[in-house]
């Protein structure tokens, strides 16, 4: 049999299309993609024509992490809400809860009020804040070091000899 190669690790970034969230997105992208990692950013991955819908459901479904750019404006899109609602569902059904959500808040200080959806799917999840292209490098690489060491490893097929051991050829009596 030959040897199993590592899976490879996909993540999908939410974000709005417009700057500083677009220039970001795009930063993230490209250092994610050279770093190895297949990424998914809408801009840049659905080809004219795709059902757009479909295949954000479907790179979802697919995706280890889940970036969340959370700016003002995308905390107030009904799209963005609803992709972080999907990835929390498909993350409570998930046996190894993916896809993990990184919520990174982009010009969005703590104190600013999210709606109560979003305020509900991000409870209890570690957010990172982001204010200046000078954020940039220190929070790309705490997502990469994330990433090597959170590497999803493909699991082991049990070997024959690890089988459960055949019944007693008489009842237990305790």
Wanted: charged share 25%.
């Amino acid at each position: 049999m030959p040897p199993t190669l590592p899976q490879q690790i996909r993540l999908f970034i939410s974000y709005r299309s417009q700057d500083p969230d677009l220039s970001l997105a795009q930063r993230f992208y490209e250092a994610l993609e050279a770093a190895g990692y297949e990424s998914f950013m809408a801009g840049e991955s659905i080809r004219l024509g795709e059902n757009w819908a479909q295949r954000v459901d479907e790179e979802l479904e697919r995706a280890d992490y889940f970036l969340l750019l959370l700016s003002p404006k995308s905390a107030a899109s009904e799209m963005v809400t609803e992709e972080v609602r999907r990835a929390k569902e498909l993350r409570d059904r998930h046996p190894n809860h993916k896809p993990v959500i990184l919520p990174i808040r982009v010009n969005f200080p703590w104190d600013s009020p999210l709606n109560y959806d979003l305020r509900g799917y991000l409870n209890r999840i570690q957010q990172r804040e982001w204010k200046t292209e000078a954020d940039t490098p220190k929070i790309l690489q705490e997502i990469l070091t994330l990433l090597a060491a959170g590497s999803p490893s493909p699991p082991t097929p049990p070997e024959a000899d690890e089988a459960d051991p055949p019944p007693p050829p008489y009842p237990l009596i305790l």
